[in-house]
């Protein structure tokens, strides 16, 4: 069971560089969601996708975009990159609700710096 | 005020203590809570969720008062491996699935 499985696990980036962070999932699970969490902080929701084709901002959207490829797959782009996105980032699927979030399950985490 | 709010600790306890951890959270709309747990360098993992009743997996008793806007985590007989970092989360309100996070709490169960 791979579960939610998060593309590099590493990276080192130089300001204004581009890439894209990428997370599938194999449980069939409608929502997606990614998020960054720096010391102190906690994790803050960046964006989500609520079921195929659709995306949403979160708390923290400036900066990211991103696309929901199909059922499975959820990637997030960093355009122009920033040292202030130096983070580690989690990408996360739960499933239908059924009047009650469903709890979300988290990939390792992609540890991001920027220089 | 922040959405979420944990006692960032650490706790530090021997093992077989009981320890708790409260956590208030601030929308009062919100209808799904949970206690996450995350060790050093890891991701969050789920450890409950919380029910208007109570509930109770093993070692561990979770309780939400949404008078008072807060959810409480109760460890019994804490082992070694019980040391992380404790996440309190909720969602942001009725059928919204985005989820708030707390900072968490850290607990050091010490031999």
């Known amino acids: 069971n791979a579960g939610v499985t998060q593309t590099p696990k590493f990276q080192v980036l130089k300001t204004g560089q581009s890439m894209t962070l990428q997370c599938a999932q194999d449980m069939n699970h409608n929502s997606m969601y990614w998020y960054r969490q720096d010391p102190g902080m906690g994790l803050r929701l960046i964006y989500y996708s609520a079921s195929e084709g659709t995306t949403d901002k979160g708390e923290v959207p400036n900066g990211y975009n991103v696309s929901r490829l199909n059922k499975r797959e959820f990637s997030l782009r960093l355009e122009s990159a920033a040292p202030s996105q130096t983070s580690v980032y989690f990408c996360?699927?739960?499933?239908?609700?059924?009047?009650?979030?469903?709890?979300?399950?988290f990939g390792d985490g992609t540890r991001l710096s920027i220089l | 005020r922040k959405e979420v709010e944990q006692d960032p600790g650490p706790f530090n306890v021997p093992e077989g203590a009981t320890v708790a951890f409260n956590c208030t959270y601030s929308n009062s709309a919100s209808q799904s809570f949970f206690w996450y747990r995350q060790d050093c360098r890891k991701e969050p993992k789920l450890l409950m969720s919380?029910?208007?009743s109570g509930n109770e997996d093993g070692r561990f008793t979770a309780q939400l008062n949404r008078a008072s806007q807060y959810i409480s985590l109760l460890i019994r007989d804490s082992k070694l491996s019980d040391s992380a970092t404790y996440l309190c989360?909720?969602?942001?309100?009725?059928?919204?699935?985005?989820?708030?996070f707390g900072s968490g709490t850290r607990l050091q169960v010490q031999p």
């Open positions: 989360v909720v969602n942001k309100g009725t059928g919204r699935r985005a989820l708030t």
């Open positions: 996360a699927s739960s499933g239908q609700d059924r009047g009650s979030n469903q709890p979300q399950h």
């Open positions: 919380v029910y208007s």
